[in-house]
Each structure stands twice: as C-alpha cells, then as structure tokens.
C-alpha cells in the first residue's frame, strides 16, 4: 500500500492540473468532520436533500478508507434507513485495500475496484456517492492508479457530480476531497520537521506532513478533519502554507459538517462544533527551507448556522447570534501559557474566548515543547477589524463565531535547568 501511495505522491505535480473537473453545475457537497453522530439530523438531512432526486435516488458507498468496509457500509445503512431512506438504495462499490474479517469474503481482492466496469455503472446510476471514515490512503489507491492518474472509478465520480450528484464523506472521506490531500502528519511534528520533497514509505510514520493529490472536489483550499479532538492546528497552517494553489485551510470539528454550494462558492457549518479558517493572502515566511517563523496569518471561526464565503474566507454569524462587545485592551502583558499536564486543559477556542474576546488581553501567547529541546509558540492577536458574535441555535448548536485574528508561529529551543536545593 505505501509504495503506492507513493508513487502517487511522486506524481502530484504533474496530476496538479488534471484534477479539477469541469464545473457546469456542480452538485452539493457534505463534509464532515469524523465521528458524525447518526442523530445528527443536520448532516444526515443535508446529504440526502442533496440528491437530485432525494425520494428515488440511490447513493453508492465508497468504503475503501475502512478497516471493516463492509460493517461501515451497514452503519451509513442503517443511518440512511432512519431518516426514511429505503436500504434498497444504498449501495455498495466494491472497492477495497484490506480484508473486512466481519464477513466471510475476501475484500482485499476488491482492490482493482478502482477499474471494474461495475463500480462504474453502479456511480453513473446513482444520485449521492459517500466516502466512509478510515485511511485517506487506502481510499487514494482506488481513485489513483500506480502512475497517479486518476482511475475510472475516480472519473465517474467526478462525472456524476458534475452533472448535479451529491458527494460526501465524513474523516478520511473528507480529507480526499480537495485538489490537494492532506495524508499523514501531527500537530505538532508537522510543523517542526521538514516536509519530504519526495515520500517515502518510511515518512509515513514520522508525524511528519505528508500531502498527496485529492480527488478535486472541493477546489477551495485544503481540508482536515477531526480538528478539535487531534490538536491539528499546526498540520493545517503547514499545509496551506505549503500549497501555493490555494490560500485557505479549513478545519472541521468532530460531529460536524461543511455542506458545500460549489457553484456559489458558499459553505454552511452545521453540527455539534466548528469550522477554523486559515488565510496564508497576507502571510510572510522567513525560516526557509522550514517555512517558518511564519507571521500575518489570518484565523477565523465558524459556528453552527454560519456562511463562510470561499472566495474571501469572510465568515457571516446565523442570524441567531448577536454582536460581542469586546473589552478595550488593557496594558496587561500576555502571559505565556505551556501546553502540558501540569497546567489547565483548555482548547484554542476557549482561549480565545476567555482572553481575546472576554478578557483585557490584545494578544495571547501559546507554546508547546517538542522533542530535542524545540519549541513552538503561536501568538493570537485582535485586529482593528476583529469582531465576534455569540448565541446558540434552538437545538443548542453553535456558540462563539470570530472573524479575523491575527496568528503567527515562531520556533524556539527550551532549556531546562534544575533548581538546587
């Protein structure tokens, strides 16, 4: 699997210009965060309002990303089926990397799904196609073949919705959706380590940022995905970063969606969290070849019920939420705040919620240590143009949209030094 991914890899300069589809009229797309809750109507209804025929419309699954591809096919069934959709029109494309032991077949010998005229005609009928959680990789080795063209599965898809099919996916199945894939890489490591110029097998497991070709749906930026819960901050601004193509990086919290209208360039969230929006226009790098310090960047949130244009990253709050009244700065001097087990646990947004927004604060500072002594520090400052807005929908989603922060990261060493008694 990895040689393949691979070679795939090696050839995302040359594939670059290949991967947008012709866009006449574009369908809808839902990408999720991971981890979507099957009570989570707004996802759910949102993916199946997409079809252009949403009471006969057939959806195929494309499970290759999954350990179990069959067992997560029945789940995104028995999904379906509670919000009224016959099981009869679920189907799945036999495409697959690995054996699902949950069943007696052999899945594994699926894996020249990418090329069987069945698949094929199984996409062209349909009027959804969803990409199941897992290893983006895995789902890269049926929509590319060992050269890194994109196979006949992967250019039915791109037909279908095309011609007005709903396309969506949820984890891995929203990672592959850009033009440009994010495939490996933590946090942190992926900020202080080089990036490969050319993979390897080996780099797969560093932690290091490994990025690959996407299928091309999604043509506004890059995507990640479980971004609350894996601290994936850094990967994303790397990434962007890295991607000349594109100057927007968004983030999508677990059990939460982006429904993409791409024809208008638009995007709604919907679900339990948010979207973090990254803007490299105005960023300027000074740390070649390791990109950083990197400063000017500009990072904004989307909560529940918000538009966020794609063109310009502006985000619009729902009209539920109302103007925040943020205290005028004071001369308070921002205090460093170690990311670690000693101190409170407290995300980015409420961070900024407490300091930036709430608080007297014009900036904060955050740093975390990594391995070798090195150090991280992401600085968060207002803009004069900085605004915010709070309020929850009905259903309690939603909470804190912010527009417009400034970030900027710069690398450090930290030495420690016993105190003797």
């Known amino acids: 699997m990895r040689s393949c991914l691979s070679a795939i890899i090696v050839m995302a300069v040359s594939i670059a210009g290949m991967v947008s589809p012709s866009q006449a009229e ?11 809750s099957p009570d ?18 057939t959806i195929a699954v494309i499970a290759a990303a999954s350990g179990e591809p069959v067992a997560s096919f029945e789940s995104f069934r028995d999904t379906m089926a509670a919000y009224g959709v016959d099981r009869s029109r679920i189907v799945l494309i036999r495409a697959a990397i690995i054996d699902d032991d949950t069943t007696p077949d052999d899945e594994s010998q699926w894996n020249s799904g990418g090329t069987d005229p069945a ?36 250019q039915a898809v791109r037909q279908r919705f095309d011609q007005g099919a709903v396309v969506g996916g949820s984890s891995a199945g929203a990672a592959i959706q850009p033009e440009t894939m994010i495939v490996r890489g933590d946090g942190l490591t992926a900020l202080l380590d080089p990036v490969p110029a050319v993979p390897g097998p080996a780099d797969m497991e560093t932690g290091a940022l490994i990025l690959a070709p996407g299928a091309g749906f999604f043509p506004f930026g890059l995507i990640d995905q479980h971004f609350d819960r894996q601290a994936r901050l850094g990967r994303l601004v790397r990434a962007t970063l890295r991607s000349e193509a594109h100057r927007f990086g968004y983030g999508i919290d677990e059990n939460t969606a982006l429904i993409v209208d ?35 960047l500009r990072l904004s949130l989307a909560a529940s019920g918000d538009q966020i244009d ?71 400052t207002r803009r004069p143009e900085t605004r ?27 030495q420690f030094d016993a105190v003797q008694p």
Do not use: Y
């Not at 929006?277 to 950083?292: C, W």
């Not at 240590?369 to 992401?378: N, S, T």
């Open 40 to 57: 989570n109507a707004e996802v759910w209804q949102a993916l199946i309002a997409g079809l252009p025929d949403p009471e006969h419309d």
């Open 119 to 154: 698949n094929q005609a199984m996409i062209q009928a349909a009027g959804g196609i969803w990409f199941t959680g897992g290893d983006q990789a895995r789902t890269a080795q049926v929509l590319f073949d060992d050269q890194g063209a994109p196979t006949p599965l992967l």
């Open 388 to 414: 915010a807005w709070f309020g929850r929908a009905e259903n309690g989603d939603g909470g804190m949209t912010v527009d417009s922060l400034d970030l900027a990261i710069t690398p450090g060493r930290v």
């Open 262 to 296: 791409v024809d208008e360039g638009k995007a709604r969230v919907v679900g339990k969290g948010g979207v973090t929006v990254i803007d490299d226009v105005d960023a300027e790098q000074t740390g070649s070849p390791n990109d950083f310090p990197a400063s000017g």
């Open 310 to 380: 794609l063109a310009t990253g502006w985000v619009t709050p729902a009209p539920f939420r109302t103007a925040v009244s943020m205290p005028r700065p004071d001369d308070t001097e921002p205090r460093l705040v170690e990311q670690g087990a000693l101190v409170p646990s407290r995300t980015l947004v409420e961070h900024i919620d407490a300091d930036l927004i709430g608080g007297r604060l014009a900036l904060i500072r955050l740093w975390t240590v990594g391995p070798d002594h090195r150090a991280l520090e992401l600085r968060l």
């Open 26 to 36: 574009p369908g809808r797309l839902v990408i999720g965060g991971g981890a979507v």
